[in-house]
């Protein structure tokens, strides 16, 4: 595998399952008990703003009573030990990254623990719990939402990513089932413009065949294996 100064790891929901944070896309997920256009797109929101609210306050609530686990901690060892610059790109609005001490880490899909107003664009920390009529601390307008990217919306942070993505030698995907884009595309772009990929997952990955190497198991088990070999240790 090439030179692997500098790393960049897209992480995905699979990355915190075994912190008790369900998935996505896997048996019993969350799409499986919401639709996707009721609780994460700007439809869904404006024709029933309550609902979203009260999905996003449950995953809050879920997301804070969470704690990181051995493949966030191994992820934090690698960016404190590591030579080279490691960044964090995460699709997972949980903020388990940051509570286990990563410090490098865009949240292409926004954050549980922040709240955004729709009319100005004024950002806050969330309560525990939001409410439609909610007012916006900065100019007083009823709306106020989480601070989360849905289907619809550009992620944040896309700048940053795709100058890390140019500089990476490394690029490794974490707990990520594939198929929502842009990230699903990062690994083949990071691959064109000369790094190595690597992807971890539990099963195979909807674009594992894209990928250098790929290993499969859960993340507390291989995402550790990988950073002690990476550190040499
Ligand atoms: P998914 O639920 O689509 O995929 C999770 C992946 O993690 C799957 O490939 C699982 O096999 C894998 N997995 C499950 N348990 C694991 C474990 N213990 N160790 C390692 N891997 C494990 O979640 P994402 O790919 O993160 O976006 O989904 C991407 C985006 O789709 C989310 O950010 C969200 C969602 O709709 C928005 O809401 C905008």
Redesign the pocket.
């Known amino acids: 595998m090439a030179d692997q100064g500098r790393i960049v790891i897209l992480?995905?929901?699979?990355?915190s399952?075994?912190s008790g944070l369900g998935?996505?896309?896997?048996a019993g997920?969350?799409?499986a008990q919401h639709a996707?256009e009721d609780v994460?797109t700007p439809e869904g929101f404006a024709h029933n703003p309550a609902r979203v609210h009260a999905f996003y306050n449950d995953r809050r609530a879920q997301a804070a009573a969470a704690v990181p686990n051995a493949?966030h901690e191994a992820l934090t060892r690698l960016e404190a030990r590591h030579p080279g610059e490691v960044t964090i790109v995460t699709?997972?609005?949980d903020a388990l990254h940051e509570r286990a001490g990563s410090r490098n880490v865009i949240h292409m899909?926004g954050e549980l623990a922040r709240a955004l107003c729709a009319a100005c664009g004024h950002r806050w920390p969330a309560p525990a719990a939001m409410a439609p009529d909610d007012a916006c601390p900065a100019c007083g307008a009823a709306a106020t939402r989480p601070d989360?990217?849905?289907?619809g919306e550009v992620p944040y942070g896309l700048e940053r990513i795709d100058a890390a993505l140019a500089a990476a030698d490394l690029f490794v995907a974490?707990?990520?089932?594939?198929?929502?884009y842009p990230?699903a595309a990062y690994a083949q772009h990071a691959a064109r413009l000369g790094a190595g990929t690597l992807e971890?997952?539990?099963?195979p990955?909807a674009n594992s065949r894209g990928f250098d190497v790929a290993r499969h198991?859960?993340?507390?088990r291989?995402v550790p294996a990988w950073v002690e070999e990476v550190l040499g240790s």
């Open positions: 992480t995905g929901a699979g990355i399952a075994e998935t996505f896309r896997d997920g969350v799409w996707v994460a493949a699709q997972n609005v899909h989360v990217v849905w289907f974490i707990g990520t089932s594939g198929q929502v990230a971890l997952n539990l099963e990955s198991g859960p993340a507390t291989i």
